[in-house]
């Protein structure tokens, strides 16, 4: 699995990072961003509940 934050899209609610925070990070302007590039099998329920929790629809996921 691999996941995209679409910058254009994301506002920063950072509920993302609250969700997956080993996958999620926030950077300077506190937008999120992906810090792993592929994510660990222990990690995917977290990041498809990230997914469904932006309100913003800025997380795309890769199987
Ligand atoms: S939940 Fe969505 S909009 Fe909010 S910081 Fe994460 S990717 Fe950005």
Known sequence: MHVLVDKNKC????????????VFDVDDEGFA???LD????????????AELACP???IT???
Do not use: F, S, W
Not at 11 to 22: F, I, K, M, S
Not at 38 to 49: A, L, M, N, S, Y
């Open 56 to 58: 913003e629809r800025a």
């Open 38 to 49: 592929t994510i660990p099998p222990e990690q995917h329920d977290k990041v498809r509940r």
């Open 33 to 35: 961003v992906v810090v």
């Open 61 to 63: 996921i890769e199987e």
């Open 11 to 22: 506002h920063g609610h950072n509920r993302c990072v609250a969700l997956a925070d080993e």
